[in-house]
């Protein structure tokens, strides 16, 4: 019985801040609050490895836009279209997903990701994974946009397992692109992996 209280608790209490989240203007958190140890996307891969040093790994294959890999069916259109020689370049538990844009003549190889699955970096805010998603809400508010999906997902070899993810649209100040993505992966109320996208 408590069980079945506990599950309908969470179903009201997602239901409501999807409620609360539809009502909400959509935030857009200021420049820079995707950046991890002052590094942002498009720089070159050349110009990473000067500014921290060599990877102590490199992943090659099965590779998202965001680092987290599902299957093959959500490896495919969209953005992952347009980049090819994808890898990851990890820092101990911190990724930096690099690739090479088609149409870009100059064919070099440009960060287009981060993503942090352990405590070997902070974002701009503080917030780490193995935090709990209570000091996430209480750092960054309500999210553009809260996935209950859930599932499992890879990041290069690295399986991690989650119940939600918290997104949060940040702004580019370019034209380019109006904002880039945020998004904190929580499983049992603990952040499990952050990752920043284009």
Not at 125 to 136: F, M, N, P, Q, Y
Request: charged fraction near 20%; proline fraction near 4%; charge should be positive.
């Amino acid at each position: 019985m408590k069980k079945i209280i506990s599950i309908l608790s969470l179903f009201i209490m997602l239901s409501c801040a999807g409620l609360a989240q539809a009502k909400l203007p959509t935030i857009v958190l200021p420049v820079g609050e995707n950046y991890i140890l002052g590094i942002t996307h498009y720089i070159p891969e050349s110009q990473l490895i000067n500014y921290i040093g060599e990877p102590t790994e490199r992943y090659h294959g099965n590779i998202n836009v965001n680092g987290m890999y599902k299957g093959p069916d959500k490896n495919k259109g969209g953005f992952n279209s347009v980049v090819e020689d994808k890898e990851i370049l990890f820092y101990k538990g911190l990724g930096f997903i690099a690739g090479r844009f088609t149409n870009d003549p100059t064919h070099k190889k440009l960060v287009i990701a981060t993503v942090i699955i352990d405590r070997s970096a902070v974002t701009k805010r503080g917030l780490a994974v193995g935090d709990s998603e209570t000091k996430l809400l209480n750092l960054y508010g309500q999210p553009t946009d809260l996935d209950v999906e859930g599932g499992t997902g890879y990041v290069g070899n690295h399986k991690i397992k989650y119940e939600l993810i918290y997104r949060y649209s940040v702004s580019t100040g370019n034209g380019v692109m109006d904002s880039v993505s945020l998004d904190m992966y929580v499983n049992k109320g603990k952040v499990v992996a952050i990752t920043t996208t284009l």
